[in-house]
Each structure stands twice: as structure tokens, then as C-alpha cells.
């Protein structure tokens, strides 16, 4: 066999140690770990270097791509000791001429001490990314902000430094530096610290699902290349302007990013799809303190999965059929009960359960623009829940 050069045996041992070292160094290094290790190997081609650890790397390239795409289908086991990740939206800060998407600072405050209280942790972005797939035994917190509004910056975010609290922060890139947003210089001060991350929000922030493809995937890669002008980066987390998208849109995403979030009510656990994130929106009418001191005793309801994948209806699709298919492990199934706005109002839905399946029977179709269903299971463990939301045409 042949020996390997000194170089060959440099590149194996990078590759032993890239998904460690990638993830560790900086968020630059998180975000390019696979541009990285890809364009290494076709350096190497490029100049002809067609050694053992080339065809390594070639490999290695395949399988952690194709890992990557199939995680969710290859991975996915139950865990009963998983508390989750609660999700939290937020937008604007004491602008009361916004009541749906505004939240007064200091019942904001309140939320960050009723946290505390219950000792949950708050989760850094980076933690998220790297312990993903780990089961969490302690309940963990991830702040969120969309749309990067100047009350943010003037009101939230001192708070928020101050205390070191880690959060994501969700730009679109056409809005920023025009009346009522933040403008590069502030969000690149608010990125430099180590618990504050950016995500991607679109460029235009319009109605996505509006769109057809081509127009759709231009939007985001006009976001994509402003953020790579602006900070250096394209982040690795993305969120759907108004929750909404089309399949087609969310596998346009999934090729871009790692990490999408929806604006559907539920708790991530480590089987939940990576592009399909629940979040609670949290505003002046469902920010009050005793539901807000609810949702944060949530529990994930864990499933294998959820059909249809396709969230956008028409008027063939509509109402769905819709089936969730549980873990054998999971337990009191016979407690579930969903809920769905069929029809323009909300109510008790018809549902089945034939062994760890569940059949939502909706009688009525979903009425323009959203259409949303609610499960929850109360066990010995507290209240564990699940959401989706559905785009009519």
C-alpha cells in the first residue's frame, strides 16, 4: 500500500477533526463549514492533486451532504426525557400603535424574570446548532426578534446586552436603515457580540407564498448577497416572512440555509423538521403573564412525522388530509385533543387514532389566508403540544 505524503495525512486528520473544529472556531467558520471542505476539494482538483485523500474528501463531501439531507428521515427516535427548546417571537418594543406585534418593556421584563424563575436556561444560537440532536433534559429558551425594528435596538436590545441574554435577530435586507429600522451599523453592533445572531428574513419581506419561483428564489438571493456584502456572511438560520410557504420554497431554503423557522405554535425537540421550526408569537394580546407563564411549561409532543408537507392550499387540496404519525414510545395518545380554525372558527376537531397514527378529520375548508391546527396532550409529565399552519390560496 502505498505510504501517504506528510500533505495526505494533514488533509485526513482535518477531516476527522472539521465537524468539530468547524463548529467550534467563530461564526464565520460555523456558517462556511461546508463551503470550507468543499471548495478544499476542488482546489485540490483544480491543480490536479488527484491523491487517496482527495478521493477522502470527495467522500466525505457526499456522505455529509447526504447525511444532512436525509437527517430527518434517519435520525429521528423518541426520547422521553426531552424537554425541548421553547421558541419565543418577538417583534416590536413599546411602539403601542402596533398592539399585534408590539410587547411593552417591561412586561417584557416580566417574561425574562418568570424564565429565571422556573430556572429555565436561555440557549445560545451556537448551542442550538450544536446540540440540535441531542436530547435536552432541561427546558431551554431561544429569543427570537423579526424584522429588526429600531425599537429593538433602543429599547430590547441594552436590556438584552446587558444581561448577556442570546437571541437571534431576523433582518430583511430591503427595509434596513429606512424609517423604523435598524441600518447596517447597528445590526453589525449588535452582531459582534457572542451571544447575538442574524438570520436571514428575505429581502422584500412581501407575501412570499404570492410569488412564483423564480421571482421567490430572486428575492432570497438578493438577500443573500446583500448580507454576504454587508457582514461577510449569509446566516444559517432564515425565518418565513408571515410563517408561509410552499414546499417548493421550503426546499429552495433548505438548500441555503440549516435552520428555518415557522410562525406556527409548538416546542422543538430533537425530531422536529430543521426547516419547519415552531415559534410562539408573543405580543400585547398573547403576551399577558399567566399565558406566557403557560407556554413556558410546555412540553414537546414528539412525532416521526407530519402530513401533508405541503403547507399551501388550493382549492383541490383543501381541506387536507391530514395524519401525524407518532413513536411507538409515546404514551396517552388516547388524551390528545386538536383544535382547528376550519371554517373561519375555531373548534374541537374530528380525529382518529389507530395505534400510534392520528387522523385529523376536518369537515369544512380552511378560509383565506391561514388555516391552523393545535394538538395537546396532558400527561404525567405536564402539558405537551404541537401546532401547523397551513396557507390557503
Given at each position: ?260 423557522f415557522g410562525q406556527h405554535s409548538g416546542v422543538i425537540d430533537l425530531n422536529k423538521d430543521k426547516f419547519e421550526l415552531p415559534r410562539f408569537p408573543i405580543n400585547e394580546k398573547y403576551g399577558d403573564l399567566e399565558r406566557f407563564n403557560f407556554l413556558t411549561k410546555l412540553l414537546p409532543l414528539q412525532y416521526k412525522n407530519l402530513i401533508p408537507e405541503e403547507k399551501f392550499l388550493n382549492d383541490v387540496n383543501n381541506p387536507p388530509n391530514i395524519v401525524i404519525n407518532f413513536f411507538e414510545n409515546q404514551k396517552n395518545l388516547e388524551k390528545i385533543n386538536c383544535f382547528s380554525n376550519e371554517g373561519g372558527q375555531w373548534k374541537k376537531a374530528s380525529i382518529n387514532i389507530y395505534k400510534n397514527r392520528l387522523s385529523i378529520n376536518l ?31
Amino acid at each position: 500500500m502505498k505510504i501517504l505524503s506528510i500533505s495526505d495525512r494533514s488533509v485526513l486528520f482535518f477531516l476527522r477533526k472539521s465537524k468539530r473544529s468547524f463548529i467550534n472556531l467563530s461564526k464565520f467558520s460555523l456558517l462556511f463549514e461546508r463551503v470550507v471542505v468543499y471548495n478544499l476539494f476542488f482546489v485540490m482538483i483544480k491543480k490536479k492533486i488527484f491523491s487517496f485523500a482527495a478521493s477522502i474528501i470527495k467522500f466525505f463531501i457526499f456522505f455529509f451532504i447526504l447525511s444532512n439531507t436525509y437527517a430527518d428521515n434517519t435520525n429521528k427516535k423518541y426520547y422521553h426525557s426531552e424537554q425541548g427548546i421553547l421558541s419565543l417571537m418577538y417583534h416590536r418594543f413599546n411602539e403601542n400603535n402596533y398592539p399585534s406585534t408590539n410587547i411593552d418593556m417591561e412586561i417584557f421584563k416580566k417574561h425574562i424574570e418568570i424564565i429565571k424563575n422556573h430556572n429555565f436556561q436561555f440557549i445560545n444560537p451556537k448551542d442550538f446548532v450544536d446540540n440540535f440532536e441531542k436530547a435536552k433534559e432541561g427546558k431551554k429558551i431561544l429569543l427570537t426578534i423579526d424584522d429588526a425594528f429600531s425599537s429593538f435596538y433602543q429599547n430590547a436590545w441594552p436590556y438584552l446586552k446587558k444581561n448577556k441574554i442570546p437571541f437571534i435577530l431576523f433582518v430583511s435586507t430591503e427595509p434596513v436603515g429606512k424609517n423604523g429600522y435598524m441600518n447596517w451599523d447597528e445590526i453589525k453592533n449588535v452582531e459582534k457580540e457572542n451571544f447575538a445572531y442574524i438570520g436571514n428574513h428575505s429581502h422584500s419581506h412581501e407575501y412570499l407564498v404570492k410569488y412564483d419561483f423564480q421571482n421567490f428564489s430572486s428575492d432570497i438571493n438578493k438577500s443573500i448577497k446583500i448580507f454576504n456584502k454587508e457582514i461577510g456572511y449569509n446566516p444559517i438560520f432564515f425565518s418565513y416572512p408571515f410563517g408561509e410557504y410552499k414546499l417548493k420554497q421550503k426546499n429552495f431554503i433548505r438548500n441555503n440555509f440549516e435552520y428555518a423557522f415557522g410562525q406556527h405554535s409548538g416546542v422543538i425537540d430533537l425530531n422536529k423538521d430543521k426547516f419547519e421550526l415552531p415559534r410562539f408569537p408573543i405580543n400585547e394580546k398573547y403576551g399577558d403573564l399567566e399565558r406566557f407563564n403557560f407556554l413556558t411549561k410546555l412540553l414537546p409532543l414528539q412525532y416521526k412525522n407530519l402530513i401533508p408537507e405541503e403547507k399551501f392550499l388550493n382549492d383541490v387540496n383543501n381541506p387536507p388530509n391530514i395524519v401525524i404519525n407518532f413513536f411507538e414510545n409515546q404514551k396517552n395518545l388516547e388524551k390528545i385533543n386538536c383544535f382547528s380554525n376550519e371554517g373561519g372558527q375555531w373548534k374541537k376537531a374530528s380525529i382518529n387514532i389507530y395505534k400510534n397514527r392520528l387522523s385529523i378529520n376536518l369537515k369544512e375548508k380552511f378560509k383565506p389566508r391561514r388555516g391552523r391546527i393545535n394538538c395537546s396532550l396532558k400527561d404525567d409529565d405536564g402539558w405537551r403540544w404541537l401546532g401547523t399552519q397551513f396557507i390557503v390560496k
